[in-house]
């Protein structure tokens, strides 16, 4: 079905986003993969091509362009190009970093930041997690005690995006612990910050060209000037943020599905068993049928959250829904791909094998899928 989506400025800017991956970044994905790491001057490079931030106005540096349809094109090629893990990174940047600056630095804050941000010179983390909570983020302890014109940050946070490349880290901290979610507060950690240090990269089962870590803080002085947002509406701030996160993801998911089924439709074709490609066998022709089909309707539905997202329509509930549907669907085609792939699937020379990996952690990062059934149950009245 043709999407409607898109206008001509969208595809060009997919064509040189295409060139962009073949020539900076699928040659040297496998390095990556085995460092654990992108080089944090692939950044500065796409920031350089016009990939990052391309919101950011123009008064600081970026193109000044509010248009989540570019955002989708990154996150789209990157999974068609088999480099998911990169994806991660700059989708992180772009689609859930920068909404927070945006929506709340000050004149000054924008001034000292975007520039950086749209060039990739400072790339951009969310720090939400710790050790003892992730779902019930009310929950946290991560403290941060005023003292004179500075917060003195105690805590430590884990599985965090971007976590080693990282120079700004919206970091969500207690100002009251005596409140639960309104005693929550972001305040932007820097790269540098006495008391601020970096644990582990941490060993994933996928996703291996994404730093993923944990991060502490030891009477770390933030000044005021790095709050964003008001104290202790924080909580409010990430909720708000949550919906664009959320289909960022589903999103991403869409078509890291859509970019499994293409690898193993050419593999059926060419893969012979029993003298025939093992396509033709029905079992195979149904199985891709039924998850084509099931591909095919939930990027209907994305395309629609995408416009909804534009006229700023898009629910809690709608991202909830996008979001647990397109993974659980990631799963279950990578899963039946590499079925499909027989022994070939299981090897990690194969995009489909990576695909799979990579596709565990969508259910359960940007709010389990769990935890979108509890908003989408809640919005029912139960
Ligand atoms: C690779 C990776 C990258 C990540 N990146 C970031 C990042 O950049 N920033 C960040 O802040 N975090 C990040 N996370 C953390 C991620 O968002 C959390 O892991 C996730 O929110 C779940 O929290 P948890 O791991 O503490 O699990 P828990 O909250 O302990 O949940 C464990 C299980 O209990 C279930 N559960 C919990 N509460 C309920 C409930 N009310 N009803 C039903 N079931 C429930 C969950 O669904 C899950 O199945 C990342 C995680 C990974 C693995």
Redesign the pocket.
């Known amino acids: 079905m043709r999407r409607s989506l898109f206008e001509d400025t969208h595809e060009d800017f997919r064509e040189s986003f295409r060139r962009f991956l073949a020539g900076e970044v699928v040659p040297h994905y496998d390095g990556w993969e085995r460092a654990g790491l992108v080089p944090r001057e692939v950044f500065s490079e796409a920031g350089r091509h016009g990939f990052l931030a391309m919101a950011v106005p123009e008064r600081h540096g970026g193109a000044g362009v509010n248009d989540f349809r570019f955002n989708l094109i990154i996150g789209e090629e990157t999974q068609r190009a088999a480099v998911g893990g990169f994806g991660l990174g700059i989708t992180?940047h772009n689609d859930?970093c920068l909404p927070y600056f945006l929506s709340l630095a000050d004149e000054q804050q924008a001034a000292r930041w975007l520039p950086g941000i749209a060039s990739g010179e400072l790339i951009t983390?969310?720090?939400?997690?710790e050790p003892g909570?992730?779902?019930?983020l009310a929950g946290m302890s991560t403290r941060a005690q005023r003292d004179g014109d500075d917060y003195v940050v105690n805590g430590s946070?884990?599985?965090?995006?971007?976590?080693i490349n990282s120079d700004l880290v919206i970091t969500?901290v207690k100002t009251d612990p005596s409140a639960r979610h309104r005693g929550i507060s972001l305040l932007v950690i820097e790269r540098g910050m006495a008391g601020f240090e970096r644990g582990r990269n941490?060993e994933?089962i996928g996703?291996h060209a994404?730093d993923?870590a944990e991060l502490s803080f030891t009477d770390v002085r933030v000044p005021r000037g790095n709050r964003l947002g008001a104290e202790g509406a924080g909580f409010g701030h990430l909720v708000s943020n949550l919906g664009q996160e959320r289909l960022s993801i589903a999103a991403s998911a869409v078509a890291a599905a859509e970019a499994a089924l293409d690898w193993t439709l050419a593999y059926v074709r060419e893969r012979q068993a029993f003298g025939q490609p093992i396509g033709s066998f029905q079992h195979s022709r149904f199985t891709l049928a039924e998850l084509r089909t099931e591909v095919d309707i939930a990027r209907v539905f994305i395309d629609r959250c995408v416009q909804a997202l534009a006229t700023e329509e898009l629910t809690p509930e709608d991202a909830a829904k996008a979001k647990w549907w397109s993974t659980d669907l990631q799963g279950r085609v990578c899963d039946a791909c590499v079925q499909l792939h027989g022994g070939y699937g299981y090897m990690s020379e194969y995009p489909i094998a990576r695909a799979w990996a990579d596709a565990r952690?969508t259910r359960?990062?940007?709010?389990?899928?769990?935890?979108m059934k509890?908003i989408i149950g809640r919005s029912l009245g139960l």
Do not use: C, P, R, W
């Open positions: 992180l859930i983390a969310v720090a939400m997690t909570i992730g779902s019930d946070k884990t599985f965090i995006t971007n976590g969500a941490l994933k996703q994404q993923t952690v359960i990062y940007g709010g389990t899928n769990e935890i509890e």
